[in-house]
């Protein structure tokens, strides 16, 4: 699986542990794409996006793209990298662990999983919460 890993902010970042997540996790949720583009932007550009693609005009934290996953296309993993933050300083964990979060949530979704009603929602943050835990007990 090839993973690209694009940022598109002003913000210096190391990227590499975001490569290993997915490729790990990959495995872990069984889905077979043939390449990951993961992009880290700020507030603007993803309300922007979730306000074209979801109708919805706010900031969120990620989006996932299907781009033609079915005919051997690509999954897009859009992050915000500034809602990443406050997130982090809210639930008082590193960065690094919140972009791991989102990571894991966007891969989730490119496997089908929805998040839009209760039951699917908790459904998904059982099963993210499983693979970070493999992700978290896996060596590196």
């Known amino acids: 699986m090839k993973i690209e890993i694009?940022?598109?902010t002003k913000e210096k970042i190391k990227t590499g542990f975001l490569k290993k997540i997915a490729e790990k996790a990959a495995k872990f949720i069984k889905i077979k794409i043939p390449e990951i583009s993961v992009v880290l932007v700020g507030d603007a550009r993803i309300k922007s996006l979730n306000k074209k693609y979801r109708q919805?005009?706010?900031i969120t934290d990620v989006l996932a793209f299907d781009c033609g996953l079915q005919s051997g296309g690509q999954g897009e993993i859009i992050i915000c990298l500034d809602q990443a933050k406050r997130q982090a300083k809210e639930l008082k964990h590193s960065l690094k662990e919140e972009l791991a979060i989102l990571?894991?949530?966007g891969l989730l979704h490119l496997a089908g999983y929805d998040d839009e009603m209760k039951k699917q929602r908790d459904e998904m943050i059982?099963?993210?919460?499983?693979i970070l835990l493999k992700l978290k007990n896996s060596p590196r």
């Not at 059982?126 to 499983?130: G, L």
């Open 103 to 105: 990571l894991v949530h």
């Open 6 to 8: 694009n940022n598109l």
């Open 56 to 58: 919805k005009n706010r």
């Open 126 to 130: 059982k099963k993210q919460s499983e």
